[in-house]
Nanobody, 117 residues
Framework: QVQLVESGGGLVQSGGSLRLSCVVSGFTFRTYAMSWFRQAPGKERELVATITTAGIIKYTDSVKGRFTISRDNAKNTVNLQMKSLKPEDTAVYYC???????????WGRGTQVTVSS
């Protein structure tokens, strides 16, 4: 059974930090590109950061220099370290897995991040 379980969300003041984690099971983690998406109320879901199987990393412009994505293939975990948080970072953050060899895509249920001004 495929599972992606996010944790680490919460309420933080502007300028603060949070670390999101996503632990996965049920598929071969190291063969999947891992991403974090977010969706704010009334907005479309947007890609925040991606780390490929080769370790190539990309960020959306609004989080560059503030967010860091990392993966631990031994622990089947992908993390998102977020610092200098802004109210506009408030959203539900979702973990996403995309196979490098097939069309399989998996999603977590999301974790709420709220940044107060």
């Amino acid at each position: 059974q495929v599972q992606l379980v996010e944790s680490g969300g919460g309420l933080v003041q502007s300028g603060g930090s949070l670390r999101l984690s996503c632990v996965v099971s049920g598929f071969t983690f190291r063969t999947y590109a891992m991403s974090w998406f977010r969706q704010a109320p009334g907005k479309e879901r947007e890609l925040v950061a991606t780390i490929t199987t080769a370790g190539i990393i990309k960020y959306t412009d609004s989080v560059k220099g503030r967010f860091t994505i990392s993966r631990d293939n031994a622990k089947n975990t992908v993390n998102l370290q977020m610092k200098s948080l802004k109210p506009e970072d408030t959203a539900v953050y979702y973990c996403n897995a995309r196979s490098s060899y097939s069309s399989y895509v998996y999603w977590g249920r999301g974790t709420q991040v709220t940044v107060s001004s």
